[in-house]
């Protein structure tokens, strides 16, 4: 019977990146995986391929549209969509084999099968007619979550999709309707209607993009609504049909009252991401789950069993890849005896559309539900110089900072580029740094981040080119 340290079970970012940091700090480790290839949802049907198409149809986009206004002439672009598909396919490989290369450059044993806890100390593997038990020291579960599916409608991942179908279209509908006003809704929304899909957006709340800002959720839905998306807030879709050569979505008020059809091509199902946990024995095992199906942790993210630990989508916070990240790297020191820590008050969320949407830290909404003072600094993108020449002046950034301390508590962007202007508040949010900080903090000039620096200096009043 083999023996390890360390047994990871889930090889997306959160496990592969605590194979390595446990790798790294001198343990013997193995990772299960059932999938085909490593790298989980994010590389193989999330993340990743959603950027290569996003990237893709907004090429795509700005040759039929924008390329002409700038002086240079092209022809109508013409869409080969299975082009595209093999450009996201290829970007997909690169990241896969990037893992792959990873695990043998870090001497980790890569154990393919279904994982399942046996107790402490001990993890079965089958896989391809066989079953193998391997013992190790301790175990992580970084199975990561599956998507949230609606009562009563049947995903066939054809005419009625959750996100991974979505990906993989054979052909652009000439309607899509889209069940969820979040990130992942969103994001494939603007793919789709880029490449020529009338879309239609329902939502059971009265906003997109619940958790962000609401300010910034409003500018953008008018920003998305100029570009041709259809919302229905407050609403829910309560049943499609699937009989006729188009499907007859039953839509209605969230709050009751008459139900209308819509009729769409598509329907994508985009509710959310539940944890998943099934066929990891973890009731046999003895390990607690929480009222919402995630595994129970600790602070230093050990289950109610000793040796056992779990990261990731499958415990609670914010379902992003990067928070999974960071637990991998803090839970794989933990194990180490060192002292790893992960901060849930500094982690951005990032939305890829055109424009982007970041945020990071507190919303004006939480800080007023918690009664924090605090100040507001703004500056629209229609003020910044590198934005005007290149007419993309959508947008706005948005300091929040404590009203006694100038400490800043949040930051919120929407405008081009936004997932990379983020940053600078991150860096700024772990050094505890005040918006006065960030306000004298010299920016290259012309650069779109020259706002972050404005909405700082906006906080005290006294922004300089508005």
């Not at 092209?74 to 450009?87: E, R, T």
């Not at 944890?275 to 929480?290: F, I, Q, R």
């Not at 229609?382 to 301390?405: H, P, Y």
């Not at 940053?423 to 020259?450: I, K, N, W, Y």
Request: aromatic share 4%; hydrophobic share 40%; glycine share 12%.
């Amino acid at each position: 019977m083999a023996s390890y340290d360390l047994v990871v079970i889930g090889t997306g970012p959160g496990g592969y990146v605590c194979a390595i940091r446990a790798a790294q700090l001198g343990m013997k480790v193995a990772v299960v995986e059932k999938n085909a290839t490593l790298g989980g949802t994010c590389l193989n049907v999330g993340c990743m391929p959603s950027k290569a198409l996003l990237h893709a149809s907004e090429m795509f986009e700005e040759a039929a549209h924008s390329f002409a206004k700038m002086g240079v002439s092209v022809s109508a672009p013409k869409l080969d969509l299975p082009a595209m598909m093999n450009f996201k396919q290829q970007g997909i490989d690169g990241n896969v084999k990037g893992v792959e290369f990873l695990m043998k450059k870090n001497k980790i044993d890569v154990l393919k099968g279904t994982g399942k806890i046996l107790g402490a100390g001990k993890v079965e593997v089958s896989g391809d007619g066989k079953t193998e038990t391997v013992e190790t020291r301790n175990i992580v579960i970084a199975t990561g979550s599956d998507i949230a599916r609606l009562k009563g409608i049947e995903i066939d991942e054809k005419r009625i999709v959750s996100s991974t179908g979505a990906l993989s279209l054979e052909k652009v509908p000439s309607s899509l309707l889209i069940v969820g006003a979040g990130v992942i809704g969103l994001e494939l929304g603007s793919v789709w209607h880029r490449l020529g899909a009338k879309v239609t957006v329902v939502e059971f709340l009265d906003r997109i993009l619940p958790g962000m800002d609401g300010e910034v959720a409003k500018q953008f839905q008018r920003m998305l609504e100029k570009q041709g998306f259809t919302f229905k807030l407050g609403a829910k879709v309560t049943a499609v049909d699937t009989s006729g050569k188009t499907l007859q979505a039953k839509v209605e008020p969230a709050a009751g009252g008459a139900a209308e059809t819509i009729e769409a091509d598509v329907v994508l199902v985009c509710i959310g991401r539940v944890p998943y946990t099934e066929g990891l024995g973890l009731k046999e095992a003895g390990v607690a789950l929480d009222n919402r199906g995630r595994v129970e942790i600790d602070a230093h993210f050990s289950t109610n069993v000793k040796g056992i630990y779990a990261i990731g989508d499958v415990v609670a916070g914010p379902m992003l890849a990067h928070k999974a990240e960071d637990e991998g790297v803090a839970c794989a020191e933990i194990i180490a005896g060192q002292a790893g820590h992960v901060n849930y008050d500094v982690i951005p969320g990032v939305v890829y559309t055109t424009p982007e949407v970041s945020s990071v830290g507190k919303t004006e909404e939480e800080l007023k539900q918690a009664g924090v003072a605090y100040t507001v600094g703004k500056f629209p993108f229609t003020a910044n110089g590198r934005s005007k020449v290149n007419q993309t002046t959508d947008g706005l950034v948005k300091v929040l900072a404590d009203a006694k301390t100038d400490r800043v508590l949040g930051v919120h962007i929407v405008g081009r580029e936004a997932g990379e202007m983020i940053h600078e508040a991150c860096v700024l949010m772990e050094f505890g740094g005040s918006a006065e900080d960030l306000a004298r903090t010299c920016h290259a000039h012309p650069t779109r981040s020259e706002a972050i620096k404005e909405a700082s200096l906006a906080v005290g009043k006294r922004a300089i080119h508005m």
